[in-house]
């Protein structure tokens, strides 16, 4: 597995990971789409022994059979609503841009914090 996965994850286990994402949907319900939705469970369903997601953009299209304009406005949506973060990543090969790696955050990590 690549390295430069690790480091990056919010999690210490993928029990926490799964409750999280389980967090998020019950949260995030009604101001989801069922699209919104399958890229989101499409990012869980990509993170391996490192807890992160290390995926392109046409590798979601083509799994989901979307257009890219979509993936990027659902990647955007849920950025918004803090259910990820997107961390560009450089190929070291070619200095290129690679797969982005898409990290799952905790529940409540900036506003519930701010509101207490």
């Known amino acids: 597995m690549t390295n430069h996965l690790a480091g990056h994850t919010t999690f210490t286990n993928g029990n ?6 389980r967090q998020h949907l019950e949260r995030n319900w009604r101001k989801t789409n069922r699209t919104d939705r399958a890229v989101f469970e ?58 982005n790696i898409y990290v799952i955050l905790p529940v409540g990590t900036l506003h519930d914090a701010d509101a207490g």
């Open 16 to 21: 926490e990971l799964d409750l999280a994402v």
């Open 42 to 99: 499409l990012i869980q369903s990509h993170s391996g022994p490192f807890l992160v997601a290390h995926l392109t953009q046409r590798e979601m299209e083509e799994e989901l059979g979307v257009s890219n304009s979509t993936i990027r406005r659902v990647i955007r949506k849920l950025i918004k609503l803090e259910m990820i973060r997107r961390i560009p990543y450089t190929e070291p090969d070619t200095q290129g841009p690679g797969a």
